[in-house]
Nanobody, 127 residues
């Protein structure tokens, strides 16, 4: 069974920082792109950040550029994707989802390009 499990979401004050982690199991994603999306209340799921299979190519939503950093680490039979977030704003409040492509190492901003999804972790930023 393929699983992506996110952790690290919590309440934080504006200007604070958080690090989200996503750990995979059941399938190796070392040759596939992975990313983060988020969904705020009443809004559609939107792209946050993604990186290539080797971590050398990254892409970010304009709203998070300069504040969020995505990275990945591959160990035996598992991959960990990390989203480091600083200078958080109330507008960053959302459920954050980890996602993995299958069959492509190229990062994508389109949710439809990702085959596997985690259950999400809640990030709440108060003003």
């Amino acid at each position: 069974q393929v699983r992506l499990v996110e952790s690290g979401g919590r309440w934080v004050q504006a200007g604070g920082s958080l690090t989200l982690s996503c750990v995979s199991s059941g399938r190796v994603f070392s040759t596939n792109a992975m990313g983060w999306f988020r969904q705020a209340p009443g809004k559609e799921r939107s792209f946050v950040a993604a990186l290539s299979w080797n971590g050398r190519s990254t892409d970010y939503a304009n709203s998070v550029k300069g504040r969020f950093t995505i990275s990945r680490d591959h160990a035996k039979n598992t991959d960990t994707v990390t989203l480091r977030m600083i200078d958080l704003e109330p507008e960053d409040t959302a459920v954050y989802y980890c996602a993995a492509r299958w069959g492509s190492g190229v990062p994508s901003t389109r949710a439809d390009d990702y085959r596997y999804w985690g259950q999400g972790t809640q990030v709440t930023v108060s003003s």
